[in-house]
């Protein structure tokens, strides 16, 4: 965090101070209780979260901001207490001003899926020439959001901030900490129906990348081979709208797509320019997110031949779509950092991509964010038709959630004796042991939290050397 006086803030937010005195540094700001330490700024925002006096004591200077000033009468003698009308108001206030301290690139990014990819590559991109912020991996809950805007300070020269969408307002919450001006939309398929209950809520729900962007100054970067992005996002009135893909019209396309043993290589046209570019990592998502952090880096100020030289040095990410080789000489698919409709069939369609004659065997597991109402049901069933669709050979099915996607399969001309209903990592491995040689390949397709169990754990020993 860039240090502030304590009255540069008080001013800010339309303060008083009811209580102490002095003109404190403040280093670090937060709105849990829990979270204090020397030099804090104490938003009091949820009047439920408990206040212990013994931090108060421990820490110094500690000032609050409040518009409950009673809740603080038993440690009021360790603090510094401004008294404001309305909590929100102050602390977006706050929020706001710090944000605006900063005229730096900054680049947020959404999506169904590709968020953690894009944004590491397009800092990789950056970080040549300057000092970057960004989202730590895939730690992108709203909760982090201010711990990642105080992130920024006289040093930071770029930011980029991977932005999800849990539920409606979830995006737009996260655009009024950020406000980046230059943003990119991945891609929207159909997923966390939990909190936002129907595919058509997901989709407006993603079209909140538009809150708050200058129409007139404002970057917006969008796929523009995604149907559901045309259903949904309104860009009529903004003047820099960049799309990229593979189709006709698309301002960075990819032409000419294709796997080499290190990865996947493309074409780039831009402006009537060719450039040719290696990204690590297989599968066309990857093509996408090459193609979107590179319109997004270019638009922070970086050559476009610059950026897909970078890209070539770009570390694939770990159990992102990861070919490695297993027991036996077999090949595995290691996908399992998350699990999405959208990044199962595109791993389905690697497995069918790199196998070639060799035997495919897809293991499945629940999609932790899509529950179990209808439109569930129906994105494991169009999974199923997926798995036949890409030929795979044997399908193992991992846990009670997933079975749609075995039953679908086998509706769909799948043979019964080639479909396996696993509970945990020990039945799989017995499973998959007669496939451990180098005639075949295994696509791993199982959610984070299912492979921190320890049979799972142990499974995965067991088959990766």
């Not at 004591?57 to 000032?63: A, I, L, S």
């Not at 996002?233 to 698309?250: K, L, Q, R, T």
């Not at 042991?433 to 959610?447: G, T």
Request: glycine share 6%.
């Amino acid at each position: 965090m860039k240090p502030l006086y304590l009255q540069e803030i008080v001013n800010v937010i339309d303060g008083n101070v009811t209580h102490g005195s002095g003109i404190p540094l403040i280093k670090h700001v937060t709105y849990r209780p829990k979270k204090i330490k020397d030099h804090t700024l104490l938003f009091y925002r949820y009047n439920d979260m408990k206040i212990d006096k013994q931090l108060f004591k421990k820490y110094q200077p500690v000032t609050v901001v409040t518009d409950e000033p009673d809740a603080f009468r038993k440690v009021k003698n360790h603090c510094i207490l401004i008294q404001v009308d309305h909590i929100e108001d102050a602390y977006w206030k706050f929020v706001t001003y710090y944000r605006n301290l900063f005229d730096i690139p900054i680049i947020g990014i959404t999506g169904t899926c590709g968020k953690t990819t894009t944004k590491q590559m397009v800092k990789h991109i950056l970080r040549k020439y300057y000092h970057v912020h960004s989202t730590y991996l895939s730690n992108n809950q709203r909760s982090l959001n201010l711990k990642y805007l105080l992130g920024i300070d006289d040093q930071t020269e770029a930011a980029v901030f991977e932005m999800p969408v849990a539920s409606p307002g979830y995006l737009a919450n996260t655009i009024q900490y950020f406000q980046p001006p230059i943003r990119v939309l991945l891609n929207i398929d159909v997923y966390h129906l939990k909190d936002c209950k129907t595919p058509e809520a997901y989709m407006k729900a993603k079209a909140e990348i538009l809150t708050g962007l200058d129409k007139k100054t404002g970057i917006i970067i969008l796929n523009g081979d995604d149907p559901n992005i045309k259903k949904v996002v309104d860009i009529s009135d903004f003047n820099h709208v960049i799309y990229f893909g593979m189709s006709e019209g698309c301002h960075f396309k990819a032409n000419h797509v294709r796997y080499t043993d290190k990865g996947m290589k493309f074409t780039l046209t831009h402006q009537g320019n060719e450039y040719e570019v290696l990204v690590p990592g297989y599968g066309k998502s990857n093509v996408y997110n090459a193609l979107a952090s590179i319109a997004a880096a270019s638009s922070a100020g970086i050559e476009i031949a610059e950026c897909c030289e970078r890209l070539a040095t770009f570390e694939h990410m770990k159990e992102h779509l990861e070919i490695q080789k297993g027991v036996g000489g077999v090949t595995i698919i290691d996908d399992t950092w998350n699990v999405t409709p959208l990044s199962m069939a595109e791993a389905l369609e690697v497995l069918k991509d790199i196998s070639g004659t060799k035997i495919k065997i897809a293991i499945l597991g629940y999609m932790p964010q899509l529950g179990n109402q209808k439109y569930a049901m129906e994105q494991y069933a169009r999974m199923g038709e997926k798995v036949v669709n890409t030929n795979v050979d044997h399908l193992i099915i991992v846990g009670d959630e997933a079975k749609e996607i075995g039953r679908v399969a086998m509706q769909h001309g799948m043979n019964t004796n080639n479909v396996h209903f696993c509970m945990d990592g020990k039945d799989v491995y017995e499973t998959v042991k007669s496939f451990l040689h180098s005639d075949a390949v295994i696509l791993l397709k199982l959610p984070h939290r299912v492979m921190v169990e320890d049979t799972f754990k142990q499974f995965k020993r067991a088959i990766i050397r």
